[in-house]
C-alpha cells in the first residue's frame, strides 16, 4: 500500500522498491537472460510482504515466485499474479485440488501424492506441473536418489501428470567457509540427473541454487535460480560474504529493502533511581527522559533485546530501558534534543549516518537475520517508498 501523507500510522514497515529492484537485477545480472529467475516470497516475502514484494519482483523481470503453502499461492492468484508459482512446502492430499485448479506448481516427494492426482486432473480436465525434490544430503524435504527414477517413471505414466522440474537444496552453504558438503550434495544431484538423462527421462527445469549459491558457485545455476535472502538486500551469512572475498569474486552490491518505524507514545521524566517496566530490570542511574513506544514482542521485536538494543530518534541512538513488553517498549531518550510526542522512531533501518540492521539485531540474540525480518508482524502496514 501507499501511505497518503495526510495519514499517521502508529508503526509500520517501508519497503524500498528501488533498492529490491536493483537487487533483483544483481541477481539477473549474475545468472544470465536465459535462465529462469525465481523470487523466493514465502514467510510474507520474509517478512517484507508479500502481495508488495511479488507485484515489484514481477514488474522487475523474475520469471517465477516461489511460496511454502498452498494458502499463499492461492493468496496471490486471487490478487491477479499470473506468472508461474511454485510451491516449496507441503500440500496435504486434501488440498491438492485447489492447488491444481489454481495453476500451481507443486513440489513432490510422496508417492501418495502420485497417486492422488491423476483423479484431480480428470476431475478438472487440467494438468499437474511437478517439481520433484530429491534428497541430497538436507535429510529435510526430498525423495532419496534410489527411488528417484521409480518416482519418475510412475509420475510420466500417470495421467495428466507433467514432470516440469527437479530441484535440491543445499544444507550448509551458508555456515562454512568449507563447501565439501555443498560440493558433494552437488555432485549427489548431478549423479540422479545423470541417471534420468540415462534412462531418458527428460526434466525442462533443473534447479537448485538459492542465494548463497548463486553468489558462490555458478555451476549450481542450471536452469533455474531461487533467490531469497538475498533478494531482500541481506547478505545469507558472514560466512557467504567471506567466501566470496576468498574467491576473489566482486560482492553483489546488496541494498536492504526494510525499514521498521514508530512513533512516540509518550514522553515523560523519571527521578534518578527509577525502576523500568515488568520485573523492575532497569534502574536508571540519573534524571532521565524516558520514550514510550508502542511496539512490542505481539509485532515481532524479540522479548530477549530487552536492555540491549537501541533506536534512533533525530539520529540519535536511544538505549532500550527495561522490559520488552507484549505492545510497548521504553527507550532513554535523555540526550535526543527537542523531543517531541509521535516524533518517528527508527526500529529498524537508516536515518541519516546511522543505521540498524537485521544483522545488528541478529547479532544482539545469537540468531540470523532471516529471524529478525520474518517475525515482524504480517498485520503491521507495509509501505512502498
Not at 68 to 81: A, F, N, P, V, Y
Not at 222 to 230: H, Y
Not at 305 to 327: C, E, F
Request: aromatic fraction near 8%.
Amino acid at each position: 500500500m501507499t501511505k497518503p501523507e495526510s495519514v499517521k500510522l502508529l508503526q509500520w514497515v517501508e519497503i524500498d522498491s528501488s533498492a529490491l529492484i536493483h537487487n533483483i537485477h544483481q541477481f539477473r545480472r549474475l545468472i544470465g537472460e536465459k535462465r529462469k529467475l525465481l523470487a523466493m516470497v514465502k514467510a510474507n516475502a520474509y517478512g517484507h510482504g508479500i502481495l508488495e514484494v511479488s507485484r515489484i519482483a514481477v514488474h522487475a523481470g523474475v520469471d517465477w515466485l516461489g511460496v511454502h503453502s498452498l494458502e499463499e499461492g492461492i493468496l496471490l492468484r486471487k490478487q491477479g499474479l499470473t506468472c508461474p508459482i511454485l510451491v516449496v512446502g507441503y500440500v496435504l492430499l486434501d488440498g491438492l485440488k485447489e492447488a491444481v485448479a489454481h495453476d500451481l506448481r507443486l513440489t513432490v516427494y510422496n508417492f501418495e501424492t502420485l497417486n492422488k492426482l491423476p483423479a484431480i486432473c480428470r476431475q478438472l480436465k487440467k494438468k499437474a506441473f511437478l517439481h520433484v525434490k530429491v534428497e541430497t544430503g538436507t535429510f529435510r524435504q526430498g525423495i532419496r536418489e534410489e527411488d528417484v527414477l521409480s518416482f519418475m517413471k510412475k509420475a510420466k505414466e500417470s495421467p495428466g501428470l507433467v514432470l516440469e522440474g527437479i530441484s535440491s537444496h543445499f544444507a550448509n552453504i551458508e555456515d562454512t567457509t568449507d563447501h565439501a558438503y555443498a560440493q558433494s550434495q552437488l555432485q549427489n544431484f548431478k549423479k540422479v540427473l545423470q541417471e534420468l538423462e540415462q534412462n531418458k527421462v527428460d526434466i525442462p527445469l533443473k534447479h537448485m541454487s538459492c542465494s548463497a549459491s548463486a553468489i558462490l558457485f555458478p555451476d549450481t545455476y542450471f536452469d533455474m535460480v531461487r533467490a531469497g535472502i538475498g533478494m531482500y538486500g541481506l547478505w545469507p551469512s558472514k560466512e557467504t560474504f567471506l567466501s566470496c572475498r576468498l574467491q576473489k569474486r566482486e560482492p553483489l552490491l546488496l541494498k536492504p529493502i526494510l525499514s521498521w518505524k514508530t512513533r512516540i507514545a509518550q514522553v515523560k521524566k523519571v527521578p534518578k533511581g527509577s525502576f523500568i517496566g515488568y520485573g523492575c530490570t532497569y534502574r536508571v542511574s540519573r534524571e532521565t527522559t524516558l520514550a514510550v513506544l508502542p511496539v512490542g514482542y505481539y509485532d515481532g521485536y524479540d522479548r530477549r533485546l530487552t536492555n540491549s538494543s537501541y533506536v534512533l530518534i533525530k539520529g540519535k541512538r536511544a538505549p532500550l530501558r527495561g522490559r520488552i513488553a507484549m505492545d510497548f517498549i521504553m527507550v532513554d531518550t535523555t540526550d535526543v534534543p527537542e523531543l517531541n510526542l509521535e516524533d518517528e522512531v527508527v526500529l529498524l533501518g537508516k536515518y541519516g549516518d546511522d543505521g540498524i540492521t537485521a544483522d545488528d539485531l541478529a547479532s544482539l540474540l545469537g540468531t540470523i537475520n532471516y529471524e529478525i525480518v520474518t517475525r515482524i508482524n504480517p498485520l503491521i502496514p507495509r509501505i512502498i517508498t
